[in-house]
């Protein structure tokens, strides 16, 4: 983090918007551009049916399970997310 002293600050923000925010339909429809959507198998934060029902909502969109992965696929397992990402790229 650049600016260490400034952690609390970035926490209450976060909280700020995620207290704040909603995902509705209407908003992932708005969604126009392509979308590679990359989730873990095993994310307890975003479970697979919230998943795939957010993917259903995004026009254009992709989806990418990592399996055996968390919340944190793209680190727990780079190999995998990074072979999802690069047809997508491609296109």
Same mark, same amino acid.
């Given at each position: 983090? $650049?600016? &260490?002293?400034? !952690? %609390? *600050?970035? +926490?209450?923000?976060? %909280?700020? #918007? ?7 339909? *209407? ?8 979308? @590679? !959507?990359?989730?873990? %198998? @095993?994310?307890?934060?975003? $479970?697979? &049916? ?7 909502? =995004? $026009?254009?969109?992709?989806?990418? =399970?990592? &399996? ?7 680190? %727990?397992?780079?190999?995998?997310? +990074?072979?999802?990402? =690069?047809? #997508?790229?491609?296109?």
């Amino acid at each position: 983090m $650049p600016q &260490p002293q400034r !952690l %609390e *600050e970035f +926490w209450a923000g976060m %909280e700020t #918007f995620y207290n704040s925010m909603t995902a509705s339909k *209407e908003l992932f429809a708005s969604i126009k551009c392509p979308m @590679l !959507l990359v989730a873990g %198998e @095993l994310d307890r934060n975003a $479970p697979l &049916p919230t998943v795939i029902n957010a993917y259903n909502m =995004i $026009p254009n969109a992709q989806l990418s =399970i990592i &399996p055996n992965t968390g919340h944190v696929c793209f680190s %727990e397992n780079f190999p995998a997310t +990074w072979a999802s990402i =690069i047809p #997508f790229l491609k296109n």
